[in-house]
């Protein structure tokens, strides 16, 4: 594996180990997600799936609402996934859309695996026009 920037191994070891706990009966498909808040705090999620298929939860929203659970209102400042998959697999449409609720304006995606192949990518690349709170500013 690859040298990585101490900010993304903590992101990167966050991930993995949350990744380790996910709940894939299913796909067979483990995802680990950590996301760096404006605080600096780093908060993991893994995948979460159900029977129901529809009532899954990606990784990425497992660590959004952990760190929503501990903080309230955040900023997500960079964001990495890790999964098996070669190439990275990126967030879903929806995982994209609710992390445009909390995304920093200049957050960076980082998309891994565990081999450490790495993809980083600045998410206005991959959720351009995001429909986001400010559109539902009233004046």
């Not at 908060?43 to 903080?71: K, L, M």
Request: proline share 6%; charged share 20%.
């Amino acid at each position: 594996m690859k040298k990585m920037a101490p900010s993304i191994r903590k992101l990167f070891d966050a991930a993995k180990k949350a990744r380790l706990h996910s709940y894939s009966p299913y796909s067979n498909c483990k995802v680990g997600a950590a996301i760096r808040t404006k605080s600096g705090k780093i908060y993991g999620g893994c995948n979460v799936e159900n029977s129901s298929y529809g009532g899954a939860i990606c990784a990425e929203r497992g660590a959004i609402q952990t760190a929503v659970a501990a903080e309230g209102k955040i900023q997500i400042r960079e964001l990495l996934v890790v999964t098996d998959a070669n190439p990275p697999w990126p967030p879903c449409g929806l995982c994209r859309q609710i992390i445009s609720e909390f995304a920093a304006p200049d957050l960076t995606v980082h998309l891994m695996n565990l081999k450490g192949q790495q993809i980083s990518v600045a998410f206005d690349a991959i959720m351009p026009q995001a429909f986001t709170p400010e559109h539902l500013n009233k004046e």
